[in-house]
């Protein structure tokens, strides 16, 4: 099995700039001197990525008032991602990355296991990126079904770091 390179605390966040689901730009740097979760996930309107994207809008006013944004990324189209959005009511950006290149730059695509085999995909994942631009926290092969757990974990983390 091909070792993907993995982020670790104190990393740079390897810098990116995608599309939204209404073909906007979006960068990283849009977001210096904020913190922001950049999640990337497999593949929208799926059980496991809508259950996690739900997870962070429900609880994005919590998280934006511990002082974080967040962004999803995915290899889908502007399009299915627009579906997505207005399907789920997300209010977040959503970001394509159909030739995987930041997925892979962030250790998010490569080599996996699913149902017993070895495949290459989206590892789903989540980071927490700081004001600084550096990778914070770094999780790879996250489960969908505990996003809202990790959450509530990234918001308490935040609130010690601010008192």
């Keep these: 099995m091909n070792e993907t390179t993995r982020l670790a605390p104190g990393d740079k966040a390897p810098a990116f700039s995608l599309p939204d689901a209404d073909g906007n730009k979006v960068s990283l ?3 210096k001197g ?3 979760i950049v999640y990337f996930y497999p593949a929208a309107s799926t059980p496991g990525c809508t259950k996690q994207a739900c997870a962070f809008r429900d609880n994005l006013r919590d998280l934006n008032d511990a002082g974080l ?3 999803g990324i995915s290899p889908d189209k502007p399009e299915k991602l627009a579906k997505f959005r207005d399907a789920e009511k997300l209010t977040f950006p959503l970001l394509s990355d159909p030739d995987r290149k930041v997925l892979t730059a962030w250790g998010a ?3 996996k296991q699913m149902y017993g085999k070895t495949v290459q995909g989206v590892i789903r994942s989540t980071f927490v990126v700081d004001e600084k631009g550096k990778i914070e926290t770094a999780q790879y092969n996250v489960k969908a079904a505990s996003t809202a757990a990790k959450i509530t974990q990234i918001i308490a983390q935040a609130s010690t770091a601010t008192e």
């Design 29 to 31: 740097a849009d977001f």
């Design 34 to 36: 904020r913190r922001v």
């Design 69 to 71: 944004d967040v962004v």
């Design 109 to 111: 695509y490569g080599e």
